[in-house]
């Protein structure tokens, strides 16, 4: 049965819907949005299939030649949107970012799929499964020649933007030899519609603009952009959401009698090499500096991907338990995007504090999955409570449930639909 829950989540769904792909909110951010609209994907799934996959489609229609799926794309002009189309000079059309975002694709994709079997249409969406499988697996291999050219196993993000947590701590120290001298005057859209407290400050952005400069410098050359890049962070968030993406998309070969051996090759790297990732000195997953070797230490929300990315690891799974122990101990709601303990911990600024519920779904998702259902039934609990209480919010301060960021966000409504379902 459809509550006024679901049928609100719906409407904003319809309302962000331009056609073929949505907007992660209509003021804020009027184009369309890699990881967002995976995620928005499930949620058009509980009440619309078709238009489920048509989203997915949409992102994957703008594809490079070598499998690189943009960030952003400006499917339509809108003034005064920075940092925009000319900014970026992808030189493409429709014109799109340079940069990446989290692959979490493939695991929406063989949601969408077992959906549509369980229901009996399996046959239906065959040839669109088809056709995603082959951009999906051209995407997972740009990741493993453009973001691991070391080869380590893990995703080394080039921009803080690439991430999905903007202006999360971890980019703070690696951030700072990035040249800032050249960037230049100009105006920032998100501080024109929101409050400027729960957004990245001005030096967060000058280094955003010095990477883009840079990536456009050399033409969004991947390969020359990973050699030289003056920020080259391995991410624990990525890298955890691309070695769970590699294994749904080696279930999907499997059912599809495709070749599985190249994805079960970067399976087997991402497990051998994860562990560069954890940080004895925390005991935690963390992300951690390329270019120094340097950790964050910082115990975020992405920490608690490893259960996701199907790593079973007795002693380190125990560490990170102890962790939500000692986290769900001193926030209302879990996950905060940083922990409450941390100094620099803020209930409202964006990445360093708030709740996101697209996060949640993946931790909550992985945890219940591993066993742990006590913890991944509370961080379902807490974000469905945030949702019905505050509202469509683009994130929450897990203090006291206040909203922040922008209201009627694609993602949260998609996922407050997509765990009010089952
Ligand atoms: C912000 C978020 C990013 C998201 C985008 C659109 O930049 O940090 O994760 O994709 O907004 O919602």
Same mark, same amino acid.
């Given at each position: ?14 309302? !962000?819907?331009?056609? /073929? ?19 928005? %994907? ?9 238009? %489920? ?13 070598? /499998? ?11 003034? /005064? ?14 014109? +799109? ?40 697996? @051209?995407?997972? *291999?740009?990741?493993?020649? !453009? ?19 903007? !202006? ?17 005057? =100009?105006?920032?859209?998100? +501080? ?21 400069? =840079? /990536? ?6 991947? *390969? ?21 993406? !590699? ?20 399976? #087997?790297? %991402? ?20 270019? +120094?070797? *340097? ?23 125990? @560490? ?12 209302? =709601? ?15 600024? =964006?990445?360093?504090g708030p709740v996101w519920a697209v996060v949640n779904w993946m931790i909550g998702t992985g ?46 409504? #998609?996922?407050?639909? %997509?765990?009010?379902?089952?």
């Amino acid at each position: 049965m459809t509550d006024q829950f679901q049928q609100a989540a719906r409407a904003i769904l319809r309302a !962000n819907d331009r056609g /073929g792909y949505t907007v992660p909110n209509g003021r804020v951010y009027p184009f369309q949005w890699n990881w967002d609209s995976a995620f928005v %994907a499930l949620g058009f799934d509980t009440f619309d299939r078709d238009r %489920a996959w048509t989203e997915v489609e949409t992102l994957f229609r703008v594809q490079w030649s070598d /499998g690189f799926v943009p960030h952003i794309v400006f499917w339509q002009d809108e003034e /005064g949107y920075f940092p925009g189309p000319s900014v970026w000079s992808t030189g493409t059309e429709p014109p +799109t970012s340079g940069i990446t975002q989290p692959p979490v694709a493939a695991t929406v994709v063989r949601r969408l799929w077992d959906s549509a079997a369980a229901a009996g249409a399996a046959e239906d969406f065959r040839p669109r499964l088809e056709a995603l499988f082959d951009k999906l697996i @051209a995407w997972h *291999r740009w990741f493993a020649v !453009n973001r691991d050219h070391e080869e380590r196993g893990v995703v080394v993000a080039m921009h803080p933007w690439e991430t999905g947590r903007d !202006n999360s701590p971890e980019w703070d120290v690696p951030g700072e030899p990035i040249d800032i001298s050249g960037v230049g005057d =100009y105006v920032r859209r998100d +501080t024109g519609h929101l409050d400027a407290k729960m957004r990245p400050t001005k030096l967060e952005y000058d280094r955003y603009l010095a990477l883009v400069q =840079y /990536g456009r410098a050399q033409g969004w050359d991947h *390969r020359k952009i990973a050699a030289g890049n003056p920020f080259r962070v391995a991410d624990i968030g990525m890298s955890m959401i691309l070695l769970r993406a !590699n294994r749904d998309l080696l279930a999907l070969a499997g059912m599809l009698g495709r070749d599985g051996s190249e994805i079960a090759g970067w399976i #087997a790297r %991402a497990e051998a090499g994860i562990s560069w990732l954890w940080d004895e000195a925390t005991s935690t997953w963390c992300s951690r500096d390329v270019l +120094t070797g *340097r950790f964050s230490g910082f115990v975020t929300s992405a920490s608690f991907l490893s259960f996701y990315a199907g790593i079973a690891d007795p002693a380190k799974d125990a @560490a990170m338990l102890n962790h939500i122990e000692r986290i769900a101990g001193k926030v209302r =709601y879990l996950m905060p995007s940083l922990d409450p303990e941390d100094p620099g911990f803020q209930m409202i600024r =964006y990445w360093r504090g708030p709740v996101w519920a697209v996060v949640n779904w993946m931790i909550g998702t992985g945890l219940s999955e591993a066993g742990h259902d006590n913890w991944g039934g509370k961080v379902r609990a807490d974000t469905l409570d945030l949702i019905r209480t505050t509202g469509f919010y683009e994130a929450f301060s897990p203090i006291d449930g206040s909203g922040s960021g922008g209201d009627d966000f694609s993602w949260t409504a #998609a996922i407050g639909l %997509a765990w009010s379902k089952d």
